[in-house]
Every structure is written in C-alpha cells, then in structure tokens.
C-alpha cells in the first residue's frame, strides 16, 4: 500500500529489511552497541558481513531516540542508519523516544542527501512496544515530518509478518493526504 503526503511517498510491504534493492538506506533497529543481534539487527549484520559492526564501535554506545549512519557493506544499500528504539515500559517517555528515533534517521538520511529509506517497525519486535501503537507514532511522524524532506522522496516499512503489515496499513490508511 502506498500514501503520497507533499512530495513524499510511503509506502508498505512484508519482507525482509536486508533485501531491499532499491532503496538507498535501510534502518536497523538497533541495540545501544551497536552489535549483532536478533531479529532486524540480527538480519542486517549477518548480511552486510563483520565489517559492520567494526565501523559501528566507534559510534556506540547510542540511547534511545538516537541515530547514527554507516556504510552498508555487503547488504544492496548505500548505508544502514542505526536506531536505538525505547524499551516499552522502562525508556520513559517512550512515545517521544520512538518518535525520535524516526525524526533522527530522516535527519541522517538529509544529510546524505538519500532520496529512499526503509525502515522496520522499531521497538516492536524484542523492545516490547505495542504494534498498533508503535505503527501509529512511525507513521504520524513521517507525515509530519514530510513537508520539511528536501532529499527523501520514498519511505518503505518493511514488515517481516503479513500482520504487521496490515497494522502498518490501517495506520497509513489513516493518515490524511497533505
């Protein structure tokens, strides 16, 4: 599914975060070193290969809200933007850290001046925040922030579940064309 707000375009899909051809950056839902882990992290790593965590040890540790960019190695991307998602019911506040983190990977992804990001639904998965509402505060602060995007053109939730996903679309279907 597909929403354009300004000259932006988001867009849904199930898939795999560390598969996306053609988009310039991917986010990692990252831990606060930065290292290998489960889940999107644990994708990202083992397919950008080992040198991806030795780039990223000078840049841990991050807290939550956070973002940092690196190269991206072996994964079909231009760069991976790290992002360090609240932990439901003890990063407080959490919706203001989960917005955060989206704020500061469009903030990294403009400097480079990337036109396409894919993100995940971060602190979904491991970091325990609630889905629906963890699509909603993605999605609200993409919208919001669409009208200041010079560079960004194109932003891809890449949900590994078909469920996350449909949560993801009834958000997005929510959102109103600007």
Do not use: W
Not at 37 to 56: F, M, W
Request: proline share 4%.
């Amino acid at each position: 599914m597909q929403k354009k707000i300004h000259a932006l375009t988001i867009e849904t899909i199930q898939g795999d975060i560390a598969a996306q051809e053609d988009i310039e950056a991917v986010v990692n839902a990252a831990n606060a070193q930065l290292k290998t882990g489960g889940g999107v992290a644990g994708a990202i790593h083992r397919t950008a290969g080992p040198e991806l965590e030795k780039e990223c040890r000078q840049y841990a540790p991050i807290r939550p809200g956070e973002a940092v960019l690196s190269k991206a190695y072996n994964l079909p991307n231009d760069y991976v933007i790290h992002c360090l998602g609240p932990v439901y019911g003890k990063d407080k506040p959490e919706d203001e850290l989960l917005s955060k983190c989206y704020r500061n990977a469009l903030k990294r992804a403009e400097e480079k001046n990337i036109t396409s990001i894919a993100f995940p639904a971060i602190s979904a998965g491991a970091f325990g925040y609630p889905l629906q509402e963890a699509s909603r505060i993605a999605l609200q602060t993409i919208a919001q922030q669409a009208s200041s995007l010079k560079s960004v053109r194109l932003v891809r939730f890449v949900l590994f579940k078909k469920s996350d996903q449909q949560a993801f679309e009834k958000e997005l279907q929510k959102l109103e064309k600007a």
